[in-house]
């Protein structure tokens, strides 16, 4: 099984920029779609962004002209660049990998933005 590994997380103040990595442990070849999701103290689970393996990309309102995903099929890594970071966006950031008939969650990341 595919085994995600974040990375790239950190303390931050507002304004500020961070880039999150999530390398799979093998070929993004048969996975469907890589998300970043991100949940903060009291709060559920709520998706970032998403990218296709045809890369297709979707993103919450809430970070639309912010964040930006990528990925890099080489190096079977994805990327969530941010931007202007504010304190709301603090939280834990979990990479995901949607196969055909089973998704696969990274560990987590924490992201801390200070005002």
């Known amino acids: 099984q595919v085994q995600l590994v974040e990375s790239g997380g950190g303390l931050v103040q507002a304004g500020g920029s961070l880039r999150l990595s999530c390398a799979a442990s093998a070929s993004m070849f048969s996975i469907l779609a890589m998300g970043w999701y991100r949940q903060a103290p009291g709060k559920q689970r709520e998706l970032v962004a998403v990218i296709t393996g045809g890369g297709s990309t979707n993103y919450a309102d809430s970070v639309k002209g912010r964040f930006t995903i990528s990925r890099d099929n080489a190096k079977n890594t994805v990327y969530l660049q941010m931007s202007s970071l504010a304190p709301e966006d603090t939280a834990v950031y979990y990479c995901?990998?949607?196969?055909?008939?089973?998704?696969?969650w990274g560990q987590g990341t924490q992201v801390t933005v200070s005002s």
């Open positions: 995901n990998a949607a196969f055909r008939d089973s998704t696969v």
